[in-house]
Antibody, heavy 120, light 108 residues
Framework: QEQLVQSGAAVKKPGASVKVSCKTS????????IHWVRQAPGQGLEWMGW????????NSAEKFRGRVTMTRDTSTTTAYMELHRLISDDAAVYYC?????????????WGQGTMVTVSS | SYVLTQPPSLSVAPGKTARISCGGI??????VHWYQQKPGQAPVLVIY???ARPSGIPERFSGSSSGNTATLTITRVEAGDEADYFC???????????FGGGTKLTVL
């Protein structure tokens, strides 16, 4: 079945970088954009950006441009999101999600989430 | 910037109808989607393309829109519907995605 499985929780110091992985299975990896969404404690969902696993092309919300790097490994059908220069406000659960073009660009499959803690 | 406005909370008795609004939608946009999120879980898509339901989502969940406001309607509300609900749009001109602030649905 279609699945996104993310890496485990991470604890990072301010100024460091965190890299979250999203292992896909059950569907053609290069056929769907993979998006990244985060959720700070007690807050709403915040869209971060996407990667096209076929071309490697990316786009991100203006807020994260220059600070986020999204990559993929087609041999392992895994997408990655790396956030640099972490601050305390980056503490959140980070989700990857599959985009369905034929669903009007809705996200139909989600990873389980990765909690990132930023603490000195 | 594009802002979607949802009421922070809504309380409904079991068996009644819940209507959750999402304001600020570009008039005529069909790329409006709704997600349900229960505590400690990832979001689940419940409505896409404004009115369509993914397989496995009960018919009690429906979507509509009027003017600049989209609405998620849940009929015959059950205790298991208690969750946060988020609307989302895709801005095709700028290829960006935006979420509403979310509505916490409490079943009395």
């Amino acid at each position: 079945q279609e699945q996104l499985v993310q890496s485990g929780a991470a604890v990072k110091k301010p100024g460091a970088s965190v890299k979250v992985s999203c292992k896909t299975s059950g569907f053609t990896f290069t056929g769907f954009q993979i998006h990244w969404v985060r959720q700070a404690p007690g807050q709403g969902l915040e869209w971060m950006g996407w990667i096209n696993p076929n071309s490697g092309g990316t786009n991100s919300a203006e807020k994260f441009r220059g600070r986020v790097t999204m990559t993929r490994d087609t041999s392992t059908t895994t997408a990655y999101m790396e956030l640099h220069r972490l601050i305390s406000d980056d503490a959140a659960v980070y989700y990857c999600a599959r985009n369905r073009h034929d669903y009007g660009q809705a996200f139909d499959v989600w990873g389980q989430g990765t909690m990132v803690t930023v603490s000195s | 910037s594009y802002v979607l406005t949802q009421p922070p909370s809504l309380s409904v008795a079991p068996g009644k109808t819940a209507r959750i609004s999402c304001g600020g939608i570009t008039f005529g946009s069909k790329t409006v989607h709704w997600y349900q999120q229960k505590p400690g879980q990832a979001p689940v898509l419940v409505i896409y393309y404004e009115t369509a339901r993914p397989s496995g989502i009960p018919e009690r969940f429906s979507g509509s829109s009027s003017g600049n406001t989209a609405t998620l309607t849940i009929t015959r509300v059950e205790a298991g519907d208690e969750a946060d609900y988020f609307c989302q749009v895709w801005l095709d001109g700028s290829d960006l995605w935006v979420f509403g602030g979310g509505t916490k649905l409490t079943v009395l």
